[in-house]
T-cell receptor, first 116, second 116 residues
Framework: AQSVTQLDSQVPVFEEAPVELRCNYSSSVSVYLFWYVQYPNQGLQLLLK??????LVKGINGFEAEFNKSQTSFHLRKPSVHISDTAEYFCALGPYSGGGADGLTFGKGTHLIIQP | DGGITQSPKYLFRKEGQNVTLSCEQNLNHDAMYWYRQDPGQGLRLIYYSQIVNDFQKGDIAEGYSVSREKKESFPLTVTSAQKNPTAFYLC???????????????FGSGTRLTVV
C-alpha cells in the first residue's frame, strides 16, 4: 500500500516571506510525485512533478520541490509568496511500475494562507 | 483549447433523489476518474475507467454509479443509497498507465453537490 502525508493542514505566512509545505510518502515501489494547487471552488492544476533524474524540480508560479528518497519526502518551496498564492496544495504519488490507471494517491492537502 | 468540462457547477439534491453529474473531455484521453473532496480529507477515488465500456470501483464507490459509453464522457450518478452526498466532486482524465504517471491528471473545475 502507498500513502501520502501532508504534515500541516494550514500554513500561515506573511507576504514576501518564504514558505515550505511538507509532504512525506510511503510506498514499496518507486514512485512518481506531484504537487497540485487548487484555488477556491476550482479544480486542481499541476504545479510540478518528479519523474526521475534531478531531485530538484521547478514548477509554475515560482514553486520548486526537492525529492529526498532517503527521507521519503517531496517538500514544496517558494522563496517569496504573494497574496495570489493563497490556495490549497495537494501532494500526490503514483506507482512507477505496474499496470492500471487506478488513481493517484493524494495527501489531505495544506491550506496556504498568505497574510499581508 | 482542450480540457474537461464538468456541469453543473452547483447542484442541489432532495433526499431520496438520484442526480447525475456530467464530465466531458476533448483531450482524447482514454482514462477518466471521479474523485470526491470533503474538507480536510483530500481527494478520494470513487470510480475510474481506462477504456470505453469498462470501469472499476475506487475506494468509496458505494452509493455511486458510472457509465462510459463514449471516450469523451464519464457521467457520475449519485444514488439515494449514498447517505452523505454533500461534497465537491472532481472529474479528471489522463492517458492511462505510463502516460498518467508521466503527465499526471487534468482536472475539471468541479461540481458542488448539496443535499437540501
Amino acid at each position: 500500500a502507498q500513502s501520502v502525508t501532508q504534515l500541516d493542514s494550514q500554513v500561515p505566512v506573511f507576504e514576501e516571506a518564504p514558505v515550505e509545505l511538507r509532504c512525506n510518502y510511503s510506498s514499496s515501489v518507486s514512485v512518481y510525485l506531484f504537487w497540485y494547487v487548487q484555488y477556491p471552488n476550482q479544480g486542481l492544476q499541476l504545479l510540478l512533478k518528479y519523474l526521475s533524474g534531478s531531485t530538484l524540480v521547478k514548477g509554475i508560479n515560482g514553486f520548486e520541490a526537492e525529492f529526498n528518497k532517503s527521507q521519503t519526502s517531496f517538500h514544496l518551496r517558494k522563496p517569496s509568496v504573494h497574496i495570489s498564492d493563497t490556495a490549497e496544495y495537494f501532494c500526490a504519488l503514483g506507482p512507477y511500475s505496474g499496470g492500471g490507471a487506478d488513481g493517484l494517491t493524494f495527501g489531505k492537502g495544506t491550506h496556504l494562507i498568505i497574510q499581508p | 483549447d482542450g480540457g474537461i468540462t464538468q456541469s453543473p457547477k452547483y447542484l442541489f439534491r432532495k433526499e431520496g433523489q438520484n442526480v447525475t453529474l456530467s464530465c466531458e473531455q476533448n483531450l482524447n484521453h482514454d482514462a477518466m476518474y471521479w474523485y470526491r473532496q470533503d474538507p480536510g480529507q483530500g481527494l478520494r477515488l470513487i470510480y475510474y475507467s481506462q477504456i470505453v465500456n469498462d470501469f472499476q470501483k475506487g475506494d468509496i464507490a458505494e452509493g455511486y454509479s458510472v457509465s462510459r459509453e463514449k471516450k469523451e464522457s464519464f457521467p457520475l450518478t449519485v444514488t439515494s443509497a449514498q447517505k452523505n452526498p454533500t461534497a465537491f466532486y472532481l472529474c479528471a482524465s489522463s492517458t492511462p498507465g505510463q502516460g498518467a504517471r508521466v503527465s499526471g491528471y487534468t482536472f475539471g473545475s468541479g461540481t458542488r453537490l448539496t443535499v437540501v
